[in-house]
């Protein structure tokens, strides 16, 4: 069956590409249409003309809509988990608790949409009253990845239409899949023709013409910081809104007097789970001097029983790379670290499985230095540094020594450093004793530095990139 994009109501077809499951490359996930430039700007403009009606639509309406969506995604998350994890390569445990979260989202923001309210202040002038409200920004342009196929495309649909904007959604192009079921249940949840479009295809034709349109109100994008710097350049010629989450090189600090198994288990997680391949995961790993040699031990017996194979199988830990070109990065980049004189101390090589997947041991560095490029540059694999540290002082400034600021952070058992780091790490989510990945779907989202530009994703603070302040004065 070819999925095909929802383009004003209709199920639009075209030229079509296939979707590989990286655990299995003989094996073809689904057959997804590729929208032109043509597709895309009919799209566009079916979003501008839904828009007058929806932005001032009911908000039982709205509310009713986003609530059947949640509850449709999260009676399915057992089948649309197994999608995601055929298509991206998580673990099905993961893919699956990737799909609840995106539930979870729409069901906060059904909530939401009941709690619209604004603010009446009295003026400093007589007999003035002033009003204070929100409204939707208008169309959307969305623009995700490929790492969290559902949940990235949920947390910025979900509240976009909450507060009554339409929306574009171009979703990866070697995802398309759980994309297309997302926005399949909110089409048969309610959403009237235009309100929701989809435009899967090529960043280069579908994604460059909504950055092209004059258009496209507010513009919001989860992705690489190269295509981050387009995004932001196209928006402030046609005057639009837009919001970035791009790279990390997030700093995970061990101190001495750390949990060991707390420490071992938070950057197991965040810098190796979803195959490291999270804006989020831990990639530098700064430990002080005197837990080192047991860190080092105890985080490498914890890496040699971890299993790598196909994401549908039950007992693994870490699924496939999601494809050719992210494997080849990661391997090159284990070079440049080994020629960079750091000690590949783990992992690091191609493995070969059952089925043929792009499958990769995951590799630890030791005896690494902040200045390399193994720690200055994103990798987005199943890669991580060890840079040894004398103290909590020399941890917090290479910590902070990093172009990037998404999250950071710390296993410790000391208050003081915990509140120190929590004061002074210059990131945007700081986690104590937690690892760097794996967020709330209700608190905000984002960084800082090179990582993010624009209001925070997610929760309540989602209502400053969707909608624009008003401010009314009337005399009476
Ligand atoms: C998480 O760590 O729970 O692309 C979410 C990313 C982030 C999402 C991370 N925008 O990895």
């Known amino acids: 069956m070819l999925h095909r994009n929802l383009i004003g109501g209709d199920w639009v077809s075209g030229e079509a590409s296939v979707n590989i499951n990286p655990s299995n490359t003989d094996q073809v996930v689904g057959e997804y249409a590729r929208a032109s430039a043509e597709d895309t700007k009919a799209a566009i403009a079916a979003a501008r003309t839904a828009l007058p009606e929806w932005s001032r639509s009911p908000i039982l309406e709205r509310h009713v809509i986003l609530r059947k969506t949640a509850d449709e995604i999260l009676a399915r998350k057992e089948d649309l988990g197994r999608l995601l994890a055929r298509e991206e390569g998580k673990t099905l445990p993961e893919a699956i608790g990737e799909v609840t979260r995106a539930g979870q989202i729409f069901d906060?923001?059904?909530?939401?949409?009941?709690?619209?309210?604004?603010?009446?202040?009295?003026?400093?002038?007589?007999?003035?009253?002033?009003?204070?409200?929100?409204?939707?920004?208008?169309?959307?342009?969305?623009?995700?990845?490929?790492?969290?196929?559902?949940?990235?495309?949920?947390?910025?649909?979900?509240?976009?239409?909450?507060?009554?904007?339409?929306?574009?959604?171009?979703?990866?192009?070697?995802?398309?899949?759980?994309?297309?079921?997302?926005?399949?249940?909110?089409?048969?949840?309610?959403?009237?023709?235009?309100?929701?479009?989809?435009?899967?295809?090529?960043?280069?034709?579908?994604?460059?013409?909504?950055?092209?349109?004059?258009?496209?109100?507010?513009?919001?994008?989860?992705?690489?910081?190269?295509?981050?710097?387009?995004?932001?350049?196209?928006?402030?010629?046609?005057?639009?809104?837009?919001?970035?989450?791009?790279?990390?090189?997030?700093?995970?600090?061990?101190?001495?007097?750390?949990?060991?198994?707390?420490?071992?288990?938070?950057?197991?997680?965040?810098?190796?789970?979803?195959?490291?391949?999270?804006?989020?995961?831990?990639?530098?790993?700064?430990?002080?001097?005197?837990?080192?040699?047991?860190?080092?031990?105890?985080?490498?017996?914890?890496?040699?029983?971890?299993?790598?194979?196909?994401?549908?199988?039950?007992?693994?830990?870490?699924?496939?790379v999601v494809d050719e070109s992210q494997l080849k990065q990661d391997l090159d980049y284990i070079g440049i670290g080994r020629s960079e004189g750091a000690r590949l101390a783990f992992g690091g090589e191609r493995l070969e499985r059952e089925t043929p997947g792009f499958y990769l041991a995951p590799a630890l560095f030791t005896e690494a230095t902040n200045d390399m490029r193994i720690a200055r540059e994103e990798i987005f694999g199943p890669i991580a540094a060890v840079i040894r540290v004398r103290d909590y002082d020399e941890a917090l400034a290479v910590a902070n020594d990093t172009s990037f600021g998404l999250s950071s952070g710390i296993a410790t058992t000391s208050l003081k450093h915990a509140i120190h780091f929590k004061r002074n790490s210059e990131a945007g989510m700081v986690m104590v004793n937690l690892p760097t990945a794996g967020v709330d779907f209700h608190a905000p989202f984002g960084g800082r530095k090179g990582s993010s530009y624009g209001p925070r994703e997610q929760g309540r603070y989602a209502a400053e990139f969707y909608t624009t302040v008003k401010t009314a004065y009337t005399l009476a």
């Open 108 to 320: 906060f923001f059904a909530g939401e949409v009941l709690r619209l309210s604004g603010e009446v202040l009295p003026s400093v002038r007589p007999n003035i009253g002033v009003e204070i409200t929100r409204e939707p920004v208008g169309v959307v342009g969305i623009i995700t990845p490929w790492n969290f196929p559902i949940a990235i495309p949920a947390w910025k649909m979900a509240p976009a239409l909450a507060y009554g904007n339409t929306v574009v959604l171009k979703p990866a192009d070697l995802v398309p899949g759980s994309a297309w079921a997302l926005v399949d249940i909110l089409h048969r949840a309610g959403a009237p023709a235009g309100v929701v479009n989809l435009v899967m295809g090529r960043g280069s034709v579908a994604g460059q013409t909504l950055l092209d349109s004059p258009d496209v109100n507010a513009l919001t994008f989860t992705g690489s910081a190269g295509t981050g710097r387009r995004v932001a350049a196209s928006s402030i010629e046609h005057n639009r809104k837009f919001q970035l989450e791009m790279g990390g090189k997030n700093p995970f600090v061990v101190l001495d007097d750390a949990d060991l198994s707390v420490a071992v288990e938070a950057v197991a997680n965040s810098s190796f789970f979803s195959t490291g391949q999270r804006c989020t995961a831990s990639s530098r790993l700064i430990v002080t001097e005197g837990i080192h040699e047991r860190f080092v031990a105890a985080l490498t017996e914890k890496l040699k029983s971890l299993v790598v194979d196909d994401a549908l199988k039950a007992g693994i830990h870490i699924g496939p």
